[in-house]
């Protein structure tokens, strides 16, 4: 397979698309055909035991940690969490540890190996460029996901849904050798933060390999303003370009910034003047950029390019046949989008990160009242949790998307941080390939779907990752 699209290679750069959609044969495809791929790591230690505890019924994911540096780490990944027959009803047989701000040796371990495989299976076969995807909201796996990624020869990590700007010299600890921190914040009178650390040679018992890569920061940005504070105020050197993603871009959203009022008339904060970008100013730090949301047209393609930018494609490609979407799901939603029926709203209070979330409305999932409602709230995944400080002094967990009154009662937050929040975690499982009884999905989506329409003859149609590029060579 090579290029079969008419402008430099990486106009294109694939989205983050969220956990389980970036699949390595996503991110590879893409990489194959002329953009830029990108695996998710967000959720990659679950993502990993979950697939190895369904018995990896394609052996790629044992392959690529056979390829692993430390094998001694692999193994005991595998030897805890693959289960040869399978788990084919997504009944989670053993346990996989939550993340707190001292997380155990095997957790370390898993979302160490489940980055490293999912750029290593991303990457095998060719030399062209792949990333990885993170949100700074899910602060806490962020050193090992990066060892991981950086010892599976990463080339770019993007970083959205907060301000990345611990990034660049973690990873350069990391490629270093050296140890390596991030500080996660904590809600709190007297604490503020706590300093997570990891030092990969008390880890593995030695140093890491000598000729490892520094890869290249792209921070995910929606203003000028972030952009220029991440320029000026890190050392020269360290971004090598931004990905813009505009309101209408699939997933997590800034917040909107423009006063205006809702449909009661009260005051809120609506997307508008203040939210645009200025590609000019952009344009002008000398730095590649991308522009995700609603550009993935002919014409967009056109219009990014006559500011130097490239652009950023999600939606199509998570409704494409090699995403990780659960078939039946995708199947689903395209023939809703081809007989114009499909809905994208922005849900500004699903997500328990707090940021707005664009979510496709369909029947059989979150979106829907009858569906939400009923719903026996729960925390068992974790990766969403924020930390704050206790009475006594010492620091605890919580989720908006939890059971209310462990939330409020026994954990001090307030009630109204509760109201509408659903199991991000869960659902975002539930809306892929794998398992995951009893937790119905939630699909996210960029407005713009007309791209799919335009792929598919008729509703019962399918479209591939090469499709789109053709769409796109018009």
Known sequence: MDTIFKFPRGTIRQGGMGFGISTPLVAKTVALLGGYGTVTGVIGDRFLAMVLQQGDPTGEYR???????????????????????????????????????????LLIALTICANFALVWLAKEGHKYPIGINYLAKVAPPLLAGVTGAVLAEVDFVTVGAGIPDQIPGM????????????????????????????????FFGEKLPSDLKLPDFLPIVSSNLLATILMNDLPKGSVQGFVIEGEPAGGHNAPPRTPGVDSSGAKCRVYGKKDEVDFKRIADLGLPFWIGGA??????????????????VGTAFAFAEESGMNPDTRRKARAKIYRGEAHVRTHYEFSPTGFPLKIFEMEGTLSEQSVYGPLVRTCDQG???????????????????????????????????????????????????????????????????????SLMKNENDSYSIADVFRFLHC
Do not use: W
């Open 63 to 105: 392959r690529a940690l056979s390829h692993f540096p430390f094998p001694s780490i692999a193994k005991m990944v595998i030897d805890a969490f693959y289960i040869p027959v399978g788990n084919p009803e997504g009944v989670q047989i053993r346990g996989i540890p939550m993340f707190t701000l001292d997380p155990s040796r």
């Open 295 to 312: 550009y993935a047209s002919v014409e967009g393609i056109k219009k990014a390019l006559s500011v130097g930018a490239g652009i950023q």
């Open 383 to 453: 990766a969403l949790v924020y930390f704050y400080e206790r009475p006594d002094g010492s620091i605890g967990s919580r989720c908006p998307a939890e059971p209310v009154e462990d939330f409020v009662e026994r954990k001090g937050g307030k009630i109204e941080d509760t109201e509408g929040r659903g199991c991000l975690c869960n659902a975002l499982i539930s809306n892929t390939f794998l398992t995951n009884k009893g937790k119905p999905p939630v699909i996210t989506s960029g407005v713009d779907v007309g791209i799919i329409r």
């Open 171 to 202: 990873m350069r600890d990391i490629v270093s050798g050296r140890e390596a921190s991030y500080r996660i914040p904590i809600i709190g009178e007297n604490i503020k933060s706590h300093t997570m650390t990891f030092d990969p040679k008390r």
